[in-house]
T-cell receptor, first 111, second 115 residues
Framework: KQEVTQIPAALSVPEGENLVLNCSFT??????LQWFRQDPGKGLTSLLL?????REQTSGRLNASLDKSSGRSTLYIAASQPGDSATYLC??????????FGTGTSLTVIP | DGGITQSPKYLFRKEGQNVTLSCEQN?????MYWYRQDPGQGLRLIYY???????QKGDIAEGYSVSREKKESFPLTVTSAQKNPTAFYLC??????????????FGEGSWLTVV
């Protein structure tokens, strides 16, 4: 069964710093990998989706990479802002239309 | 606006009671999902449905029940058999297409607390 792990579980950085969040998965037979943002007490909002044939996706200050063969993805956030404070979750979609989620990284950006 | 609506946002359940969480979507999605989220843990799949009048158990279905009588609606009942129901419940939906571009959309969640 697919297992998704995120490291670190929590991260605190000063405003303006660049940072990297990590996601690893055990089964490389995936259709895509997504990064989501979750604010406290809210649902998940999709940030970036990387298809299995792609290596990276970019949206504004966010860049996500995927190395399917090694079972790893990173989310790079440039010039962090206090508004980026949230929990970030990665999820992989398997061939059976199921999604597997990591436990998330709780990010705090200190003004 | 298109989206997924969950209600109620907050719900309190007494011991031994059944409660039902509502999930409605107007995105014309075939697939709908219910997840449970506990503090410090990832999302765990309770039930999912890919077509009206059909649904499958997820990893933690015991103590829960669902129905899918309409494409737009996928209510979740938390029964008295669920011994530890206090959690944040998330409903999601997506297209049935199994392609690599397929994403999943979430509602705002419902908090259930046992009192």
């Amino acid at each position: 069964k697919q297992e998704v792990t995120q490291i670190p579980a929590a991260l605190s950085v000063p405003e303006g710093e660049n940072l990297v969040l990590n996601c690893s998965f055990t089964d490389s037979a995936i259709y895509n990998l997504q990064w989501f943002r979750q604010d406290p007490g809210k649902g998940l909002t999709s940030l970036l989706l990387i298809q299995s044939s792609q290596r990276e996706q970019t949206s504004g200050r966010l860049n996500a990479s995927l190395d399917k063969s090694s079972g790893r993805s990173t989310l790079y956030i440039a010039a962090s802002q206090p508004g980026d404070s949230a929990t970030y979750l990665c999820a992989v979609k398997d061939t059976g239309n199921q999604f597997y989620f990591g436990t998330g990284t709780s990010l705090t950006v200190i003004p | 606006d298109g989206g997924i609506t969950q209600s109620p946002k907050y719900l309190f359940r007494k011991e031994g009671q059944n409660v039902t969480l509502s999930c409605e979507q107007n995105l014309n999605h075939d697939a709908m999902y219910w997840y449970r989220q506990d503090p410090g843990q990832g999302l765990r799949l309770i039930y999912y449905s890919q077509i009206v009048n059909d649904f499958q158990k997820g990893d933690i279905a015991e103590g829960y029940s669902v129905s899918r009588e309409k494409k737009e609606s996928f209510p979740l009942t938390v029964t008295s058999a669920q011994k530890n129901p206090t959690a944040f419940y998330l409903c999601a939906s997506g297209h049935l297409d199994r392609g690599p571009g397929n994403t999943i959309y979430f509602g705002e969640g419902s908090w259930l607390t046992v009192v």
